[in-house]
């Protein structure tokens, strides 16, 4: 071979072996990569090719599929009782994916996940039409429709767990939507997208989960378990170093209780009934900023938590002193979801120990074998047995003679705090009305709730959380305990 046609051959062979490389890097590299991508038309076209796996609540799907014409997807998501359930469920839409548990559990409700390879080879040989699995969730239905129908025309959230096992049981925001008006790829679909994005309410943003607000006095709930876990007080009826009027520290401002209420010295478990700031401030700068940040992320405070949809971190700051007190009362740069303000009620409940807050059960195959359980699992231990008792006693005086009285069920022992949150430039919005929760039976705690109300509608005196939230939260427990 001449000089020339050597070159020549050299030269094609290092196309061909740059082709070869750059073919197997796309098919084995980036091929999980390019195939996700979202402008990958063919996924979302594949997604609706068949009828999709569903969602299921007490044993009943709260989905469905669709056949559709006139377009490339054969069939789109359809949801029953879409608004109530689209904070559990999320959306799937043909022109603009998924969220949550549809985007989350894709592959088992498409087939496509690896745990479904055998049941797709099956059907391979069988020749059965391929059909995606199922997500079984924790969720109650009748809670579910309590905390909904609760919130009504209110904006705001609610979080239900199961404190024994972190299962979640209710998670409701309002203003809500309905998936099924952009689930297609036609015109109407795109202005329902539009409408939602540009609606100022906010009806897509899971306030259970995505908004954080100040918590209010329902956080004096983790001050007090921060002043007898580090033994500032053992005694939850004897009487508190707790000056009326108690200065700021490093500040000339008092601050101020609400109304004239028997605070000055008050026991600890007087002062959650009375919500008195002044006993609960104190505490946070006697114990100082570190330990209540300490106490605060036993709790779950400063991490996003997966149930498995992320809910973003609450947060407790690290703060010079002044701003510490008022944390410690949940003002100042404090901030919880409602779910993590939940999981306060349930670790108070279940004896001292969080439980991991979850909401898929179990996963199936198409066939209805069960290819996943779930095993609970304890988060953290933010207050010793012994410790968690007196808190139960404090909270449960709250609500037999205190200011969670609109909480109490017949026959059952309920503990709760309310909580008025005040937020804006000095304090210049309406106030959000808390309530956190929970219900005890002869079988220990089946439920533990926390409610918050954006209601701005409402008088500004009017609002309270004992008054706009406590109610909520009691027919989210009945419906629970009645569902036993």
Same mark, same amino acid.
């Given at each position: 071979?001449?000089?020339?046609?050597?070159?020549?051959?050299?030269?094609?062979?290092?196309?061909?072996?740059?082709?070869?490389?750059?073919?197997?890097?796309?098919?084995?590299?980036?091929?999980?990569?390019?195939?996700?991508?979202?402008?990958?038309?063919?996924?979302?076209?594949?997604?609706?090719?068949?009828?999709?796996?569903?969602?299921?609540?007490?044993?009943?799907?709260?989905? =469905?599929?669709?056949? @559709? +014409?006139?377009?490339?997807?054969?069939? %789109?998501?359809?949801? !029953?009782?879409?608004?109530?359930? $689209?904070?559990?469920?999320?959306?799937?839409?043909?022109?603009?994916?998924?969220?949550?548990?549809?985007?989350?559990?894709?592959?088992?409700?498409?087939?496509?996940?690896?745990?479904?390879?055998?049941?797709?080879?099956?059907?391979?040989?069988?020749?059965?039409?391929?059909?995606?699995?199922?997500?079984?969730?924790?969720?109650?239905?009748?809670?579910?429709?309590?905390?909904?129908?609760?919130?009504?025309?209110?904006?705001?959230?609610?979080?239900?767990?199961?404190?024994?096992?972190?299962?979640?049981?209710?998670?409701?925001?309002?203003?809500?939507?309905?998936?099924?008006?952009?689930?297609?790829? =036609?015109?109407?679909? @795109? +202005?329902?997208?539009?409408?939602?994005? %540009?609606?100022?309410? !906010?009806?897509?943003?899971?306030? $259970?989960?995505?908004?954080?607000?100040?918590?209010?006095?329902?956080?004096?709930?983790?001050?007090?378990?921060?002043?007898?876990?580090?033994?500032?007080?053992?005694?939850?009826?004897?009487?508190?170093?707790?000056?009326?009027?108690?200065?700021?520290?490093?500040?000339?401002?008092?601050?101020?209780?609400?109304?004239?209420?028997?605070?000055?010295?008050?026991?600890?478990?007087?002062?959650?009934?009375?919500?008195?700031?002044?006993?609960?401030?104190?505490?946070?700068?006697?114990?100082?900023?570190?330990?209540?940040?300490?106490?605060?992320?036993?709790?779950?405070?400063?991490?996003?938590?997966?149930?498995?949809?992320?809910?973003?971190?609450?947060?407790?700051?690290?703060?010079?002193?002044?701003?510490?007190?008022?944390?410690?009362?949940?003002?100042?740069?404090?901030?919880?979801?409602?779910?993590?303000?939940?999981?306060?009620?349930?670790?108070?409940?279940?004896?001292?120990?969080?439980?991991?807050?979850?909401?898929?059960?179990?996963?199936?195959?198409?066939?209805?074998?069960?290819?996943?359980?779930?095993?609970?699992?304890?988060?953290?231990?933010?207050?010793?047995?012994?410790?968690?008792?007196?808190?139960?006693?404090?909270?449960?005086?709250?609500?037999?003679?205190?200011?969670?009285?609109?909480?109490?069920?017949?026959?059952?022992?309920?503990?709760?705090?309310?909580?008025?949150?005040?937020?804006?430039?000095?304090?210049?919005?309406?106030?959000?009305?808390?309530?956190?929760?929970?219900?005890?039976?002869?079988?220990?705690?089946?439920?533990?709730?926390?409610?918050?109300?954006?209601?701005?509608?409402?008088?500004?005196?009017?609002?309270?959380?004992?008054?706009?939230?406590?109610?909520?939260?009691?027919?989210?427990?009945?419906?629970?305990?009645?569902?036993?």
């Amino acid at each position: 071979m001449n000089k020339p046609l050597r070159r020549i051959a050299i030269f094609c062979g290092v196309l061909i072996l740059a082709l070869l490389v750059r073919t197997n890097y796309l098919q084995y590299v980036r091929a999980d990569e390019l195939n996700t991508r979202d402008e990958n038309r063919r996924v979302r076209i594949e997604r609706y090719a068949h009828e999709r796996g569903n969602i299921i609540v007490d044993g009943n799907p709260v989905t =469905s599929s669709v056949e @559709t +014409k006139g377009s490339d997807f054969k069939y %789109k998501r359809a949801w !029953k009782n879409g608004p109530m359930w $689209a904070p559990v469920t999320g959306y799937s839409s043909q022109a603009f994916d998924a969220s949550q548990l549809e985007s989350l559990e894709d592959g088992i409700l498409t087939g496509n996940d690896d745990q479904l390879f055998f049941d797709r080879t099956l059907s391979m040989f069988t020749g059965e039409k391929k059909q995606g699995g199922n997500v079984v969730t924790t969720l109650n239905a009748a809670a579910q429709k309590a905390a909904f129908q609760g919130l009504g025309d209110k904006k705001g959230a609610v979080a239900a767990l199961d404190p024994q096992t972190g299962a979640i049981l209710a998670l409701a925001s309002t203003p809500s939507y309905d998936p099924s008006t952009f689930a297609g790829n =036609s015109n109407s679909d @795109t +202005k329902a997208w539009q409408k939602l994005l %540009k609606d100022k309410d !906010k009806p897509m943003l899971n306030r $259970a989960l995505r908004e954080t607000y100040p918590p209010g006095s329902t956080f004096k709930v983790v001050t007090a378990a921060a002043a007898l876990e580090n033994g500032l007080y053992t005694d939850i009826d004897g009487k508190t170093d707790s000056p009326l009027p108690w200065q700021l520290p490093q500040s000339s401002d008092n601050l101020a209780n609400e109304g004239n209420i028997p605070c000055e010295n008050a026991s600890l478990k007087e002062a959650l009934r009375m919500s008195c700031n002044t006993v609960f401030g104190k505490i946070s700068d006697d114990l100082g900023n570190q330990k209540m940040i300490d106490e605060a992320n036993k709790f779950g405070f400063n991490k996003e938590i997966f149930t498995p949809v992320r809910a973003d971190a609450s947060i407790y700051p690290k703060d010079n002193r002044p701003q510490n007190a008022m944390a410690g009362i949940g003002q100042a740069s404090n901030r919880a979801t409602p779910l993590q303000m939940a999981m306060v009620a349930a670790a108070v409940a279940n004896d001292g120990k969080l439980m991991q807050p979850y909401m898929v059960a179990e996963r199936q195959a198409p066939n209805l074998d069960v290819i996943y359980t779930h095993e609970k699992e304890q988060l953290s231990q933010p207050l010793s047995g012994e410790n968690a008792q007196k808190l139960q006693q404090m909270m449960e005086t709250v609500v037999k003679s205190g200011t969670g009285t609109n909480a109490l069920i017949d026959g059952v022992t309920v503990g709760g705090k309310t909580g008025t949150a005040q937020h804006g430039l000095n304090n210049s919005e309406k106030p959000y009305a808390w309530f956190i929760s929970y219900a005890k039976t002869a079988s220990g705690s089946p439920v533990a709730v926390a409610v918050v109300v954006e209601d701005s509608q409402a008088n500004r005196d009017d609002v309270s959380g004992g008054g706009l939230a406590a109610p909520i939260a009691r027919d989210v427990m009945k419906a629970v305990i009645d569902n036993k």
